[in-house]
């Protein structure tokens, strides 16, 4: 039974992440701002993420990182709680989702 409102989530191993689909999670403007969310303020709960888009959207967001190795979600109480797997990434990928979100201009606020 699942910890919190959720039925648990599955979560690649970092071994079996494939390039196309880190490139393909981040060639999105808003997963973009994701990633950047979490790099620079930490660990966020789901409801945080004030990106002016429906709920369905953002979760949808989130899967994609999610399945792309990008992100790890898990149950905190009645939250779902995101954080990065940059670190594990950053063995497989070496400097690659660094350069893409130096390369890629930052979504301006509020979009």
């Known amino acids: 039974m699942p910890v919190g409102r ?16 880190v490139l393909s999670a981040l060639a999105d403007p808003t997963r973009r701002r994701i990633v950047r969310m979490l790099i620079e303020e930490g660990d966020r709960p ?16 989130f899967k994609v990182l999610r399945n792309a190795g990008l992100i ?32 890629a201009e930052p979504e301006p606020p509020g979009r």
């Open 6 to 21: 959720w039925k648990s989530v599955d979560h690649p191993d970092i071994d079996d992440v494939a390039i196309d689909d």
């Open 46 to 61: 789901c409801g945080t993420f004030d990106l002016g888009i429906a709920l369905s959207t953002l979760s949808h967001h």
């Open 72 to 103: 790890r979600q898990f149950d905190s109480g009645r939250q779902r709680v995101n954080t990065s797997r940059l670190t594990e990434l950053e063995t497989r990928f070496p400097g690659l989702v660094d350069s893409i979100l130096h390369l």
